[in-house]
């Protein structure tokens, strides 16, 4: 109850500050990148655009379109990070990466191989090493580790 002729003053809640927006920072832009092509092939795409592009990247897929598992690829240069558009065919069933990277002598490459693939004759693992990215077998043909 107030009385006659007071005065009150109602006053706003102070403005909240403004959020500063934070954008989320990729740690591996091979991980997304595999991540993105075995979703689009769990969901039946033919196509899926990939994003942002990188040299490691691109080695990466022309390993696995020289074994047959995606099709074509098309490098889009949008003078910033760049773009590929890969073209499905159906093969992948599984593709990660193994973080963080570690060395695999040439005597541990087999080891590695049996560690993480289902059996001897299905799958590759893409290794980097000095004479570039390449799948097991060929290291283990170059005489190299990764």
Do not use: W
Not at 17 to 30: A, D, G, Q, Y
Not at 32 to 53: F, H, M
Not at 77 to 87: E, L, N, S, T, W
Request: aromatic residues 4%.
């Amino acid at each position: 109850i107030l009385a006659q002729g007071s005065h009150f003053r109602i006053s706003k809640a102070p403005h909240p500050p403004k959020s500063v927006s934070k954008k989320m920072v990729r740690i591996s832009v091979l991980r997304d990148c595999l991540n993105n092509i075995v979703n689009a092939e769990k969901r039946g795409k033919r196509q899926v655009l990939v994003r942002p592009n990188s040299k490691v990247i691109i080695k990466f897929l022309q390993v696995m379109q020289k074994h047959g598992y995606i099709g074509d690829l098309e490098i889009v240069d949008d003078h910033r990070a760049g773009k590929v558009v890969v073209d499905l065919v159906g093969r992948i069933n599984k593709c990660g990466v193994i973080s963080p990277r570690f060395d695999v002598t040439l005597d541990g490459i087999e080891q590695i191989a049996s560690d993480l693939l289902p059996s001897r004759q299905f799958g590759h693992v893409v290794l980097t090493t000095p004479y570039g990215i390449m799948d097991h077998e060929e290291a283990r043909r170059k005489h190299t580790g990764g």
